[in-house]
């Protein structure tokens, strides 16, 4: 079969149309629909193993009163998706909310890069009111808990966007876990790496 000009338009009009519609579907899932991702990770520090005290050298107290098993728990909240979260995605205006089943004592510092944001304490919760969060941008705060400290998943109200957890406990045993396997620590330790560059 000889092919005319009118069937090699044909074909190349295809050719176009499909080669059109896979770069804009790249495009679309690129830049216009991906959903935004935000880290929520915490780690808690025992301050002083065993007891809150050292007789005659060290003491760890809350209002004069000295906490048995003190621990300090860090948690990050950081924008690792591909665009900025508005105030605007906070669903109803509601709150980032961090609970503590157990309680804790107080939070003891706020720090944040890219973003001011207005942090309400409450007996057994953090709130975090909405906020323009940047891509990048992080907000870290240290609590002081007694005993080992119990926390909810986050309660989040942003639309659009997926809560990604890292429990670095975990995260460290599995690799432990992995040790007797050469391959599965090697990938475990290239998927940490490929983490810690996302972010």
Same mark, same amino acid.
């Given at each position: 079969?000889?092919?005319?000009?009118?069937?090699?338009?044909?074909? %190349?009009?295809?050719?176009?149309?499909?080669?059109?519609?896979?770069?804009?579907?790249?495009? !679309?899932?690129?830049?216009?629909?991906?959903?935004?991702?935000?880290?929520?990770?915490? @780690?808690?520090?025992?301050?002083?193993?065993?007891?809150?005290?050292?007789?005659?050298?060290?003491?760890?107290?809350?209002?004069?009163?000295?906490?048995? @098993?003190?621990?300090?728990?860090? %948690?990050?909240?950081?924008?690792?998706?591909?665009?900025?979260?508005? /105030? !605007?995605?906070? @669903?109803?205006?509601?709150?980032?909310?961090? /609970?503590?089943?157990?309680?804790?004592?107080?939070?003891?510092?706020?720090? +944040?890069?890219?973003?001011?944001?207005?942090?309400?304490?409450?007996?057994?919760?953090?709130?975090?009111?909405?906020?323009?969060?940047?891509?990048?941008?992080?907000?870290?705060? @240290?609590?002081?808990?007694?005993?080992?400290?119990?926390?909810?998943?986050? /309660? +989040?109200?942003?639309?659009?966007?997926?809560?990604?957890?890292?429990?670095?406990?975990?995260?460290?045993?599995?690799?432990?876990?992995?040790?007797?396997?050469?391959?599965?620590?090697?990938?475990?330790?290239?998927?940490?790496?490929?983490?810690?560059?996302?972010?």
């Amino acid at each position: 079969m000889t092919w005319g000009q009118n069937e090699w338009l044909w074909l %190349i009009g295809i050719v176009i149309a499909v080669v059109g519609i896979v770069i804009g579907f790249a495009v !679309a899932r690129r830049y216009g629909t991906r959903r935004r991702r935000l880290l929520f990770t915490w @780690d808690a520090v025992q301050l002083m193993p065993g007891t809150g005290l050292a007789p005659g050298v060290l003491q760890v107290s809350y209002s004069g009163v000295p906490v048995t @098993d003190p621990y300090l728990v860090q %948690i990050t909240l950081k924008n690792i998706g591909p665009a900025d979260i508005a /105030s !605007a995605d906070f @669903d109803d205006k509601r709150n980032l909310r961090i /609970s503590f089943p157990n309680g804790y004592l107080t939070m003891v510092s706020a720090h +944040s890069s890219g973003v001011t944001p207005s942090i309400l304490c409450s007996p057994n919760c953090i709130e975090i009111a909405p906020v323009l969060l940047r891509r990048q941008s992080s907000i870290s705060l @240290d609590v002081l808990v007694d005993g080992p400290p119990k926390i909810d998943p986050l /309660s +989040s109200p942003l639309v659009n966007t997926d809560v990604v957890k890292v429990d670095a406990a975990a995260r460290a045993q599995a690799l432990l876990d992995q040790s007797g396997d050469p391959i599965g620590l090697a990938i475990g330790l290239v998927r940490l790496l490929i983490e810690g560059r996302s972010r």
